[in-house]
């Protein structure tokens, strides 16, 4: 039997970020052959991660991962079963890990992903890697990949919700790209421009305000062309709850009285597309 000195446990550690016993008991079993006991290791995750199937995954965290040099970018919705667990620090950086991964390599599904190399082994694995650390089911629960343009990145401190914005154009810097996903984040708007809203949406909404505005005594006698600018002003702000580009800045301090169009624009950029995840939710 081969003797299983401290510094080939400490070396198997440092490759596999597991505990020193599960180490050295795969050292063991692989007779001292770190590539065996890797592949040991490896088994035991995955036979961990099975376990764990019937599990829910309540809680997670959202990854953005931005590569400005080759013009791609992905974001990714990991869960997990506890909050505790989605704060770590080898879960943060198993979502960062597959988001870069992400941002890399087309997948057409969460299937496809989890087959594609990573490392030594693949994204599976890699998940398998930090179920066995943390004991507890991990999942990918969706992901987008962008390429193409110019990207802003941003994800809340405690890691619930992310966004990653799609423009084109030569301008922009990070810090305002930044700034207009955090807007993003916070405001949840559902369209980029008014030209996206659908015509019998606008339509139903301006019903419902020339409706209101007859209703009101207040309005009683007033000329139909008076009647119809208050409920244009009332379509206009219905917009500006839903349109990203009418919505003024989150940031009034930063930017006063600029709608995020309007800083867009001394960017240089056009907003193209907005990926918004939350964990939990079930669309973007």
């Not at 592949?39 to 995955?46: F, P, Q």
């Not at 704060?87 to 992903?113: G, M």
């Not at 995020?260 to 907005?274: E, H, I, P």
Request: glycine share 8%; net charge neutral.
């Amino acid at each position: 039997m081969s003797t299983i000195t401290a510094a080939a446990v400490n070396d198997l550690r440092k490759r596999t970020d597991l505990p020193l016993m599960d180490c050295k008991s795969a050292l063991v079993e692989a007779g001292g052959d770190p590539e065996k006991a890797i592949e040991i290791l490896r088994s035991r995750n995955a036979k961990a991660a099975v376990k764990r199937e019937a599990n829910e995954t309540a809680e997670g965290r959202i990854g953005v991962a931005i590569d400005a040099a080759k013009q791609q970018a992905g974001i990714v919705e990991m869960r997990c079963e506890s909050a505790p667990s989605a704060k770590s620090d080898q879960y943060i950086a198993l979502t960062n890990d597959i988001a870069k991964h992400v941002a890399a390599h087309p997948a057409k599904d969460v299937a496809e992903l989890l087959t594609q190399p990573f490392g030594t082994g693949t994204i599976k694995d890699r998940i398998d890697e930090t179920v066995g650390l943390i004991r507890e089911k991990m999942i990918v629960q969706r992901f987008t990949r962008l390429t193409g343009g110019v990207f802003g990145q941003y994800v809340h401190h405690d890691g619930t919700v992310g966004v990653l914005l799609h423009c084109t154009g030569t301008g922009g810097n990070d810090e305002a790209l930044r700034d207009i996903c955090a807007h993003i984040a916070a405001l949840n708007p559902q369209y980029i421009s008014a030209v996206e809203i659908p015509g019998e949406l606008v339509e139903k909404e301006k019903a419902m305000a020339m409706a209101q505005i007859k209703e009101d005594p207040k309005n009683a006698g007033k000329p139909a062309n008076i009647v119809e600018k208050i409920a244009e002003g009332k379509l206009k702000t219905w917009m500006a709850e839903i349109v990203l580009t009418e919505q003024p800045m989150a940031n009034t301090a930063k930017y006063p009285g600029q709608t995020v169009g309007q800083v867009l624009q001394k960017q240089g950029l056009t907003a193209t597309k907005f990926i918004r995840y939350k964990v939990g939710a079930t669309a973007v």
